[in-house]
């Protein structure tokens, strides 16, 4: 008897313990530590300089080729494929923070949704990155790209289009984040992602999607001066 009451026990305090172990180490942890540390390598050779304006979050970002399309722009680009808001807030204080930033070009979202997290989660996730870049960078202009519209992912439209408008809604409160609609210019005449800005896998951005999205922000990002030399 004592044995058995032993046995279920420590199977009570296995089934206890088990999960606070698996939740002590965030998954962005494990998954994007490598991509980070490159960063930080680079950044260790060749310190970016203050007042740039930084880039950051998933693949649309990653694949954005900032010295073909601002030319004029001191930017740099910290996006990592595949990642979720959650994964840029985890790694803020690293990749965010420590450059001092003139402005934040963000985009985020996508992944989020379709991987099965719903608008009010990826929203509040959002709203952690705007307090800490309003509490750690007050002065710094944040730029929002909305999630995009594309054939790949069309069966999430509602959902991205739900947490669109919440960001909208609660930058249009906020005088340090700015909002840009991508959907609008992104649909063709019948309502749907126009292919000609998107590549083969219906998903990223093709040129022309990332000439669209550079003549959105510049205006957000550039100089008078600038403008007039790109």
């Given amino acids: 008897m004592f044995a058995a009451r032993c046995a279920i026990g420590l199977a009570l305090l296995c089934a206890c313990v088990a999960p606070a172990q698996e939740a002590s180490e965030p998954a962005s942890g494990r998954m994007w530590d490598n991509a980070i540390r490159a960063f930080e390598s680079g950044d260790a050779a060749a310190p970016p300089p ?6 950051v979050g998933s693949s649309s970002i990653r694949l954005w080729d900032l010295k073909q399309y601002f030319p004029r722009l001191s930017a740099l680009n910290r996006g990592f494929g595949g990642s979720q808001m959650s994964d840029v ?48 960078l007050p002065e710094t202009r944040l730029i929002v790209l909305g999630v995009k519209p594309s054939r790949a992912r069309w069966k999430h439209i509602e959902a991205q289009r739900a947490l669109n408008r919440m960001i909208r809604e609660r930058a249009a409160g906020l005088d340090q984040v700015i909002f840009i609609d991508t959907e609008t210019p992104m649909l063709d ?29 510049r205006p957000q990002v550039c100089t008078p001066e600038q403008l007039l030399g790109e």
């Fill in 50 to 55: 203050e007042g740039s304006v930084l880039f």
């Fill in 89 to 136: 807030n985890h790694y803020a204080r690293r990749i965010v923070l420590p450059y001092k930033p003139g402005a934040i070009v963000l985009y985020s979202g996508d992944n989020d949704i379709a991987f099965g997290k719903t608008p009010e989660t990826v929203f509040e996730d959002y709203k952690q990155f705007f307090a800490l870049v309003a509490e750690a």
């Fill in 189 to 217: 005449e019948e309502g749907q992602p126009a292919t000609t800005f998107y590549a083969a896998d219906g998903l990223h951005l093709s040129a022309k999607g990332y000439e669209l999205w550079a003549a959105l922000v």
